[in-house]
Nanobody, 124 residues
């Protein structure tokens, strides 16, 4: 069983930055792509970022491109989400997830393990 534990959420003013971390259990971390999703109150969960197993491929939606950066440290079994120039509309619970394979995906159903989520609140 794979466990994913997010940390780093909190309250920040608009324009500020936060770095989320997601620590994964297991010995084959580098074999799997990882993703970040978020869910705001009353909205469906949405894709935020993905990174391939080796870290050479990343993908973002237009809403966060240029502001958010996903990275990973396979030696530490950890994936990160650096969030800069935060906006009030970035307020959500952020989840990390492990893909079913080494490829990255924007599709929620292609991720099989999920963390418990961490709250990010951006004040205006």
């Amino acid at each position: 069983q794979v466990q994913l534990v997010e940390s780093g959420g909190g309250l920040v003013q608009a324009g500020g930055s936060l770095r989320l971390s997601c620590a994964a259990s297991g010995r084959t971390f580098s074999s799997y792509a990882m993703g970040w999703f978020r869910q705001a109150p009353g909205k469906e969960r949405e894709f935020v970022a993905a990174i391939s197993g080796g870290g050479g491929w990343t993908h973002y939606p237009d809403s966060v491109k240029g502001r958010f950066t996903i990275s990973r440290d396979n030696a530490k079994n950890t994936v990160y989400l650096q969030m800069n120039r935060l906006k009030p509309e970035d307020t959500a619970v952020y989840y990390c997830a492990r893909s079913q394979g080494g490829w990255g995906s924007v599709v929620e159903s292609e991720y099989d393990y999920w963390g418990q989520g961490t709250q990010v609140t951006v004040s205006s």
